[in-house]
């Protein structure tokens, strides 16, 4: 993508070499260096380093908090950006959802983390809206591909380490180094302390935990009326209401109300008045509809599902699920044991193929459950949602899982309009 840039004697930058030539500047970062060459040839106007675009667009006018972990990014960066707009913050936030400022929505979704330049320009744009913040997810793939080069961030938070990216990574020891390489600097940072497998610089470190010692810890909880707490952080005792479910979104809370304590001058007790007006983020424990109930959420990973069918654990469940194409393979077996463990009825089915074979990826799931009694497979998403809908007796929850708020589905390199609301609502019959 070239970026316009006003008042250079070049018209544009770009990080990309083939799009370099007499008018438009190559922007040399480190993901991009062994295309160098490739920009000099292509007549790239010059050929500028990444940290000097960092000046040129004063990504250092702002406080950037950055959010990695398997599970939880996205929804604890949405309550960080909530909790500072309440309180009167202008706040910019770039994830899987897309890039928001100030309430609005600037751009739709991409990757979670993009590419380095994009990133810069979302902050040159918070910038120059006024924001005082930008608050960021940090993918895995991110930090390896050093997507946050030059970027200095104010605060950093971990949600969790559990499995996800094997693909990519490899190895779970890989996956956990990555995470945790993020950590190892003296700037701040905010660390679930209930998380076993972080490993962080000590230095200037603070924690939030429920069953650990920390220093936003969680005393006491309710989650009989969506949820409910009290904070101990030091001498303050502070108590909050949340309309968000599960256990594990108390931990989503925790970090954010932890991460805006640290982030500006205002007492805890005024910072846990506004976590009430978070509502949740799209697609993630959304109920679709009370008569019958129906919920879709983005669990994509076994953690994940087991945390949100964990939370639902008092009804009967019939769960519909797949598992990505071109992802991770590893944890489709542990995908289908959770599901098989925790629900009454299973239906296996297609999430996003990409480029695999369905069923070769139903067959992944299915190595992880022994008992296949309670199991159907239906290869077509809306079929195998149908299915489970027809077969949902009087009090128990249809449960449709992996692609949350998304609005298509991927098959080969082609997207197809596709929503797991929608689909209910119109087998449903609901306006
Ligand atoms: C596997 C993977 O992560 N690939 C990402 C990676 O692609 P790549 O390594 O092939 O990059 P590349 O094509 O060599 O390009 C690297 C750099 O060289 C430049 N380039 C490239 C070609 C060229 O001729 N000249 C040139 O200058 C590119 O502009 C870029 O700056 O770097 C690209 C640029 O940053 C990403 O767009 C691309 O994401 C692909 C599309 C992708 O699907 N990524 C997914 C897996 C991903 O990143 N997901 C994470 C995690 C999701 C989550 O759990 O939330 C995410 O952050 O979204
Ligand atoms: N703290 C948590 N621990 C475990 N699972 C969680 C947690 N928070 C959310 N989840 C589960 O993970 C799903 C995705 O949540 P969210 O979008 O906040 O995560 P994410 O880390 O941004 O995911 P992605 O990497 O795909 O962007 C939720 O729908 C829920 O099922
Ligand atoms: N950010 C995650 C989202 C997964 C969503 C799921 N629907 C899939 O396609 O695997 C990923 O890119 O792995
Ligand atoms: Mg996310």
Redesign the pocket.
Known sequence: MKIELPNQEYKYVSENSSECGADTAFVLSAQNKKYLQDAKDNGAHSIINIKDIAELFGIDKIKIVGIT???????TASAIYSFLLDLGYKTAMQ??RGFFMNDEVIEGKSL?TPSVLNTYKHIYQAVESGCEFFIM?V?SHAIAQERIEGLKFELKIL??ITQDHLDYHKTIGEYIAVKNSFFQDEGKKLINKDEPRSAFNIKNTFTYGIENPASYKLMAYSLNNASSGIIQHFKEVVPFTSSLHGF??L??LMAAIGAVDLLVDEKLEKIVEVVDNFAG?SG??EQVCELPNVIV????TP??MQ??LNALKEKELLVVFGAGGDRDKQKRPLMGRVAASLAKKVYITSDNPRNEDPQAIVDDILEGIEDRSIVSVELNRKKAIEMALDDQGEGEVVVILGK?DEAFQIIYDKQFPFDDREVVRELLNIK
């Open positions: 972990g398997t599970n939880g990014k996205t929804t994830g899987t979670t997810e993918s949600t969790n594990f979104n931990y989503n983020v993630r424990m959420d983005f669990a994509h953690d994940g945390q949100v949350g």
